[in-house]
C-alpha cells in the first residue's frame, strides 16, 4: 500500500508559466488571494483618481470629419444645440404657410418656447424662408442654452410648451426634433435597455455555471472571477485613457468580453481539477495537473484573444481602438487571475467547493454522462457517428456551413438611418420622416466649416455667396443655405441640406456634389481658405470608407498572428492551418446569418427584428475580431486536450475522441453562458444592438458544436499522423511546447512530431 500510496500522492513534477504559477498560488494560497484583492483595489482607485478621458469628437475620425471637429474646437466654439418645431398641416385642403391659421400657430410657437426661458436665437420660417416648396410646412428653428452636452436634460420644458400648442391647433401638426429632444426621446425609451442587459448578463450566467456544476460555490467562482477582472480593468482603463481616450461603448465591450473570458477560463480550470480528482488524485496532484494542462491552455488561448483584440488597433478609429484596447486588458486580466488567484482559492476551499449541492442537477448531470473521464454520452454518441464515416460529417457539416455563409457574398453594410435603427415606433422617428419629405436634408443637413485668415476679406465674403448660390444650383441642395460667420475666430459654418435626405445613397451623390465639383469652384479658388464638410452623411460615408479601408490590414494581422501562435504553442503547421480555416469558416457562417436575417429579412419576425436591408457597417469587422478571438478559446482547449491525449500514448484517433468528449461538458456550458449573454442584447430595441447580439449568438452556437463536435474530429481524423506535422525548415523556431507536461507516472514513449525519432514525454 505504501509505494502505491506515494506514487498517487507525490506531487507531479511540473514545467511552464501557468504550471509554476498555479503551484506557487497553491502553496502561498493567503498571499495570492491578498496580492488579487490588493491589485484589484488599486486599479479601482488609480482609476478614480485619474478620472476617464473620454474619445472627443474630433478624434473620432481622420479625414475632412475629423477636421472639421478640430477648426470647431481649436476656435473654442461650441456647437449649440439645435432644436426646430414642425409645423405642417396635412393634405390638399390643409392651411397654407400664408394663412392667418398657419402664422397664428408659427406665433405661438415661438412665444412659448420663448417662455421656458431654456431657448435662444428663436427664428420664424418667415424671415428665414424655412417654407416647404408646398407650401404647407414651415419650420420654426432656435437653440437650446448652456452646455450642448447636457441639452437633453433641459429639454423637457420645450417639449411641453410644444405639446400645448400643438393641442391648441388642430388643424395642424406642431412637432419638436433635434438633437436635445432626440436624445431625451431615446433615453426615456431606450435609455434602461442596455444597463438593464448588461445587469442581466451576470445572473443569467451564475444560473448556467450553477446548471452545469450544481454546486452554488463552485458556480459562483467563475463569475467572481470575472467581475473582480474587469472592476480591475475599469480602474485600468480610467489610467489608460490619458493615452488612449476611452468611452462608454468600449467599456460596455470590455464587460462582455470580460465575463465571457472569465467565466469561460475559470470554467476550464475548474472541471479539470474536478476531474483529476474524481479519478482519486488527491487535491494537490489534481491542482497542478490542472496547472499544467488547462492552465497552459488559457495562456495560449488568453495571449491569443488579446492578439485578436488587438487587430482594432488598426482600424484608425479611436472608437475601435478603445474597444479593442479595454478588451486586451480584461483578457489579460483574467488570464492572469485564472492562472494565479484561482489555484490558491481552489487550495483553500479544498472539497468546501462543493458546497451548496443541488441534488436533482446532480443527478441530471450523472445521468448525462456516461464514460470514465466525465466524457459525454451525447457527443460520445457524435464523434462514434463521426470517426466513423468522417468524408461524410466533412462533406455535410462544411457543405452546411457554406450554405448558410452564402448570403454574406452580397452583404450590404451602411450606417442605419433612425427609422431603420428604431423604426417607426416612436412619434419622433415619424417627425424626422415628415420634416425631410418637407424639407429634403432638413433633418441632417451637411456642414461646410469654412476656415481663412480673415473671414471678412472680399474674396472669402465672396466665396461664400458663390457658394451658397452653387450648392442650390448644382443640384445638390434645394435649400434654404445657412450661414453663420464668427468674426472673431475668422471661422464660417454654412448649412447646407442634401437632396436625398434620409435616403442615404443619393444624399452621398449630393455630398459628392458638394466636395468635388461646388467646392473646388468657390473656395478653393482662394488662397488660404480651409472648408471640410461634415454632418452626418458625411460622417457616414467616411467612416464607411475608413471601414472598408481598414479591413485588409485588420484581417492580416489577426490571421497572421493567430498563425504564428498556433505554431508556436502546438508545434504543428497542420493544427496552426486547420485552427485559422476553421474559425474563418465560423465567422462566415456567422456573416451569413447576419445578411440572411437582417438584410433579407429571412426569420427577422422570430427576433424581434425588422428587414432593414443592410448591416450596420462597423459590425462586420467588430464580429470577425471578437469571434476570433472567442473561437481560438474553444479551439485551443480542445486541441490541447486532444495532443495531451497523444502524447500520452494513444492513437490520433483515440486521442481525438477522448480529447472532444472529455471537453465536450465544459465547452457546452461556456458556449450556452456566451451564447444566453449576447442573445440578451439580441432583444435591446436598437437594431443594431440585435444585429450584434444575434451575430454573436449565432456563432458561438455554431462554433461550439457544428465546429468544434464535428468538423474539427472530422478533419484531424481524416489527416491522422499528419496533424502533427512540422517541417524540418521550421526546426528553428522556438518551442513553446515543452511547458504543458507534467510528470505523475512513468514516462511512456510517443512518436516524435513532425517525423523523426521518438521522444520520451511526461504523463
Same mark, same amino acid.
Given at each position: 500500500m505504501g509505494s502505491a500510496d506515494s506514487a498517487r500522492t507525490r506531487e507531479p513534477r511540473v514545467r511552464g508559466i501557468a504550471a509554476r504559477a498555479g503551484g506557487w498560488s497553491a502553496r502561498h494560497r493567503w498571499a495570492a488571494v491578498t496580492i488579487w484583492v490588493l491589485f484589484v483595489v488599486l486599479a479601482m482607485g488609480l482609476g478614480s483618481a485619474a478620472?476617464?478621458?473620454?474619445?472627443?469628437?474630433?478624434?473620432?475620425?481622420?479625414?475632412?470629419?475629423?477636421?472639421?471637429?478640430?477648426?470647431?474646437?481649436?476656435?473654442?466654439l461650441k456647437d449649440p444645440a439645435g432644436e426646430t418645431v414642425l409645423v405642417h398641416s396635412e393634405g390638399k385642403g390643409g392651411a397654407a404657410a400664408g394663412s392667418a391659421e398657419f402664422r397664428a400657430a408659427v406665433k405661438d410657437v415661438m412665444e412659448a418656447v420663448q417662455a421656458t426661458g431654456e431657448v435662444t436665437a428663436v427664428t420664424s420660417p418667415y424671415t428665414t424662408r424655412s417654407v416647404s416648396a408646398d407650401g404647407h410646412s414651415a419650420l420654426v428653428q432656435f437653440e437650446m442654452r448652456g452646455d450642448p452636452e447636457t441639452a437633453s436634460e433641459r429639454v423637457g420644458p420645450v417639449l411641453d410648451a410644444v405639446?400645448?400648442?400643438?393641442?391648441?391647433?388642430?388643424g395642424l401638426l406642431i412637432e419638436e426634433i433635434g438633437g436635445a429632444s432626440m436624445g431625451k426621446t431615446f433615453d426615456d425609451a431606450f435609455g434602461s435597455d442596455f444597463q438593464r442587459a448588461e445587469f442581466s448578463a451576470v445572473p443569467v450566467a451564475l444560473g448556467i455555471l450553477l446548471i452545469?456544476?450544481?454546486?452554488?460555490?463552485?458556480?459562483?467562482?467563475?463569475?467572481?472571477?470575472?467581475?473582480?477582472?474587469?472592476?480591475?480593468?475599469?480602474?485600468?482603463?480610467?489610467?489608460?485613457?490619458?493615452?488612449?481616450?476611452?468611452?462608454?461603448?468600449?467599456?460596455?465591450?470590455?464587460?462582455?468580453?470580460?465575463?465571457?473570458?472569465?467565466?469561460?477560463?475559470?470554467?476550464?480550470?475548474?472541471?479539470?481539477?474536478?476531474?483529476?480528482?474524481?479519478?482519486?488524485?488527491?487535491?494537490r496532484t489534481a491542482l497542478m495537473i490542472a496547472a499544467a494542462t488547462s492552465g497552459r491552455a488559457i495562456v495560449v488561448s488568453g495571449v491569443t484573444v488579446c492578439v485578436a483584440m488587438a487587430g482594432m488597433l488598426f482600424t484608425g478609429i479611436a472608437e475601435f481602438e478603445a474597444m479593442g484596447l479595454a478588451s486586451l486588458m480584461v483578457v489579460a486580466v483574467a488570464m492572469v487571475g485564472s492562472v494565479t488567484v484561482l489555484p490558491a482559492l481552489l487550495s483553500l476551499l479544498g472539497e468546501r467547493v462543493e458546497k451548496g449541492r443541488v441534488p436533482f442537477l446532480n443527478r441530471l448531470k450523472r445521468s448525462e454522462r456516461g464514460g470514465a473521464d466525465g466524457e459525454s454520452r451525447v457527443w460520445r454518441a457524435v464523434l462514434t457517428a463521426v470517426l466513423r464515416r468522417p468524408w461524410t460529417a466533412l462533406v455535410v457539416a462544411a457543405g452546411a456551413l457554406a450554405a448558410i455563409a452564402l448570403p454574406a457574398l452580397g452583404m450590404h453594410t451602411q450606417n442605419l438611418t433612425l427609422d431603420q435603427?428604431?423604426?417607426?415606433?416612436?412619434?419622433?422617428?415619424?417627425?424626422?420622416?415628415?420634416?425631410?419629405?418637407?424639407?429634403?436634408?432638413?433633418?441632417?443637413?451637411?456642414?461646410?466649416?469654412?476656415?481663412?485668415?480673415?473671414?471678412?476679406?472680399?474674396?472669402?465674403?465672396?466665396?461664400?455667396?458663390?457658394?451658397?448660390?452653387?450648392?442650390? !444650383?448644382?443640384?445638390?441642395?434645394?435649400?434654404?443655405?445657412?450661414?453663420?460667420?464668427?468674426? !472673431?475666430?475668422?471661422?464660417?459654418?454654412?448649412?447646407?441640406?442634401?437632396?436625398?435626405?434620409s435616403d442615404q445613397e443619393k444624399a452621398e451623390k449630393s455630398l459628392d456634389l458638394l466636395r468635388d465639383t461646388v467646392r473646388p469652384a468657390t473656395f478653393g479658388k482662394v488662397p488660404g481658405v480651409e472648408a471640410p464638410i461634415t454632418g452626418q452623411v458625411a460622417g457616414s460615408k467616411d467612416f464607411n470608407d475608413q471601414i472598408v479601408g481598414s479591413v485588409v490590414p485588420v484581417f492580416a494581422f489577426v490571421v497572421v498572428f493567430a498563425f504564428l501562435l498556433m505554431l508556436l504553442c502546438f508545434r504543428s503547421l497542420t493544427v496552426a492551418i486547420t485552427s485559422i480555416i476553421l474559425n474563418l469558416l465560423s465567422v462566415g457562417a456567422a456573416y451569413g446569418i447576419l445578411t440572411a436575417v437582417f438584410q433579407h429579412g429571412w426569420g427577422a419576425s422570430l427576433v424581434g427584428a425588422e428587414g432593414v436591408g443592410a448591416i450596420i457597417s462597423w459590425l462586420p469587422l467588430f464580429l470577425f475580431v471578437i469571434l476570433f478571438g472567442l473561437s481560438m478559446d474553444y479551439h485551443v482547449f480542445v486541441v490541447s486536450r486532444i495532443r495531451e491525449a497523444r502524447l500520452q500514448g494513444r492513437d490520433?484517433?483515440?486521442?481525438?475522441?477522448?480529447?472532444?468528449?472529455?471537453?465536450?461538458?465544459?465547452?457546452?456550458?461556456?458556449?450556452?453562458?456566451?451564447?444566453?449573454?449576447? !442573445?440578451?442584447?439580441?432583444?435591446?430595441?436598437?437594431?443594431?444592438?440585435?444585429q450584434m447580439?444575434?451575430?454573436?449568438?449565432?456563432?458561438?452556437?455554431?462554433?461550439?458544436?457544428?465546429?468544434?463536435?464535428?468538423?474539427?474530429?472530422?478533419?484531424?481524423?481524416?489527416?491522422g499522423e499528419r496533424n502533427w506535422y512540422f517541417p524540418t525548415w521550421l526546426r528553428w523556431l522556438p518551442d513553446m511546447t515543452h511547458d504543458e507536461s507534467y510528470d505523475d507516472a512513468p514516462a511512456v514513449t510517443a512518436p516524435a512530431r513532425g517525423g523523426g525519432e521518438p521522444e520520451r514525454v511526461g504523463v
Open positions: 478620472g476617464r478621458v473620454d474619445v472627443k469628437e474630433s478624434d473620432q475620425m481622420s479625414g475632412e470629419v475629423g477636421r472639421a471637429v478640430r477648426i470647431i474646437e481649436d476656435a473654442g405639446a400645448k400648442v400643438d393641442d391648441a391647433h388642430e452545469a456544476f450544481g454546486a452554488l460555490v463552485a458556480a459562483l467562482l467563475p463569475v467572481a472571477l470575472a467581475l473582480t477582472a474587469i472592476i480591475a480593468t475599469m480602474g485600468l482603463m480610467g489610467v489608460v485613457s490619458h493615452l488612449q481616450p476611452m468611452s462608454d461603448t468600449a467599456n460596455s465591450v470590455m464587460l462582455l468580453v470580460g465575463l465571457a473570458v472569465g467565466v469561460d477560463y475559470c470554467l476550464f480550470y475548474l472541471r479539470r481539477e474536478r476531474e483529476e480528482r474524481a479519478k482519486g488524485r488527491d487535491p435603427e428604431f423604426g417607426d415606433s416612436l412619434p419622433i422617428v415619424r417627425t424626422y420622416d415628415r420634416l425631410n419629405e418637407a424639407f429634403p436634408g432638413g433633418a441632417d443637413p451637411a456642414q461646410v466649416v469654412v476656415k481663412a485668415d480673415d473671414i471678412g476679406a472680399a474674396p472669402v465674403r465672396k466665396a461664400l455667396a458663390e457658394f451658397r448660390r452653387q450648392a442650390v !444650383a448644382s443640384g445638390a441642395s434645394k435649400g434654404p443655405v445657412d450661414i453663420v460667420t464668427h468674426d !472673431a475666430e475668422n471661422v464660417a459654418v454654412i448649412d447646407v441640406p442634401l437632396v436625398g435626405g490520433t484517433r483515440d486521442a481525438i475522441a477522448h480529447g472532444v468528449v472529455t471537453t465536450a461538458g465544459v465547452v457546452t456550458s461556456a458556449a450556452v453562458i456566451m451564447v444566453a449573454v449576447f !442573445a440578451i442584447f439580441g432583444t435591446l430595441s436598437m437594431q443594431s444592438m440585435k447580439g444575434v451575430g454573436l449568438a449565432a456563432a458561438v452556437l455554431i462554433d461550439a458544436t457544428i465546429i468544434r463536435g464535428v468538423l474539427l474530429p472530422a478533419v484531424m481524423a481524416l489527416l
